[in-house]
């Protein structure tokens, strides 16, 4: 390389530096925002580990997004290419969140599953002031004290996923004057959700006989079905993550035990890897494949057709996001992670698939949307592998504002960082 050569970039990095200066913005966002061939879009999620069989979903919708908006023109005109990651765990998720920030100047990043993970990539993304949307972390903390003004939410939060399927427990007289007893993931997640179920369960005059945190890599669940059978609940709540909830459900079965199950976070991946006459009880979920609208019933056909099986909720989440992320730039004329905020906090609607639109709440920015409770099928009506379930209708229902199932102010308070 020859000395002029290195004077010329070092110049330029001086100029876009200096340019950063007088403009408040980094290098980096100029950078990204002269590449005119292609908009990258960064997809964290994990694909080893308890949660790795909700992250391959999340993959596939991905890919199957990018597919139908490169097919539609792109964004801006532009080819959308996806790089894709396996976060692993929180402090991996950081580093490749820089990375993809740093070095490969895409335009937001989507994804992700574990809520502590979901924190550490929103960390990043804020000192880069870089856009990050949320599709499967549910702690309300990242919605409240862990806040971040980068960082968006499609996933639903715990105090949502409680309220929806808290209907349906109420309904069936599992509340009142009842016991409940509750297996819990031990991480933030968990931890969050056993704090939001909790809350729910006194204030609807009910009381849990007891609580056992479970290690994320605990595979027999003996010792917890013994003490579950010794207490004689009305209820069994289970809180658990990933393919946490398959084992413990095949468990459940083999030990022969009869009390009422319900959770308080769900994937219906989960119930189909259970098999047949092994899923019981009645569960929330944001979505699922049987939804009767036409925009789920083309998700549902193409991803099929695609992958020989349909998608699950977690695949739903990375799809929206990703169709989400395109019409924002392309109503915008526009990849800049600031001017996306904007036009999310001022209300822009999105379709999601559902019976009505939804639309980012400014003061948290969680994605208020309808959800529903799912309740097992007894095994002489499974017809085939997926259909395993029967749903309510959407909750909140049609003359319900959306915001009635969400965390309130005083439940969960935001305040972004300056």
């Known amino acids: 390389m020859s000395t002029k ?23 980096p966002s100029i950078l990204r925002a002269q590449s005119a061939d292609v908009i990258r879009i960064g997809h964290l999620t994990p694909r080893t580990g308890f949660l790795g069989p909700l992250g391959e979903y999340a993959v596939m919708a991905a890919d199957l997004a990018v597919e139908e908006i490169n097919a539609a023109g792109g964004m801006m005109g532009r080819k959308v290419e996806l790089l894709k990651e396996d976060s ?42 870089t856009l990050f949307i949320n599709t499967g972390g549910n702690s309300d903390a990242l919605r409240g004290k862990d806040c971040q003004r980068y960082m968006f939410h499609v996933e639903s939060q715990n105090s949502m996923y409680v309220k929806t399927v808290g209907r349906s427990f ?13 297996l819990t993931a031990d991480y933030a997640f968990g ?43 009305d209820l069994v709540v289970i809180n658990l993550a990933g393919n946490q909830i398959t084992n413990f459900l095949k468990q459940y079965a083999e030990f022969g035990l009869t009390y009422p199950v319900g959770g308080f976070g769900f994937d219906t991946a989960l119930a189909w890897a259970a098999g047949k006459g092994n899923f019981v009880g009645t ?33 739903w989440g990375d799809y929206v996001a990703t169709k989400i992320v395109a019409q924002a730039i392309n109503e915008l004329k526009s990849a800049e992670s600031p001017k996306i905020i904007a036009h999310f906090e001022k209300g822009a609607k999105f379709d999601l698939l559902k019976t009505r639109p939804g ?13 529903y409770a799912v309740k097992a099928l007894p095994a002489a009506q499974v017809k085939n592998q997926w259909d395993i379930f029967s749903s309510s209708g959407p909750v ?23």
């Open 359 to 371: 639309y980012f709440r400014a003061s948290d920015h969680q994605l208020m949307h309808e959800m």
């Open 170 to 182: 109420l309904q069936e007289g599992l509340v009142k004057g009842k016991k409940w007893y509750s």
């Open 5 to 27: 050569d290195k004077f010329t970039r070092r110049t330029l990095l001086k100029t876009a530096g200096g340019l950063a200066l007088v403009s408040g913005i980094s290098a």
């Open 396 to 418: 909140p229902g049609p003359n319900e504002d959306l915001e009635i199932i969400a965390a309130t102010k005083e439940e969960n308070s935001c305040t972004f960082p300056s």
């Open 191 to 233: 931890h969050d959700l056993l704090r939001v179920a909790k809350r729910f369960m006194e204030g609807n005059g009910g009381q849990f006989a007891g609580d056992d945190l479970v290690p994320t890599d605990a595979t027999d669940f003996s010792a917890y079905l013994l003490k579950i059978r010794d207490s004689k609940p």
């Open 283 to 315: 569960w929330p979920v944001v979505w699922h494949h049987l939804i009767d609208t036409p925009g789920s019933k083309a998700f549902v056909g193409a991803f099929t057709k695609k992958y020989n099986k349909p998608p699950e909720n977690q695949a």
């Open 88 to 129: 692993v765990n929180p402090q991996t998720a950081s580093t490749k969140a820089e990375r993809m920030i740093e070095r490969d100047k895409v335009a937001c990043i989507i994804g992700e599953i574990s809520s502590a993970s979901c924190l550490t990539i929103a960390q990043v993304a804020s000192r880069n002031k």
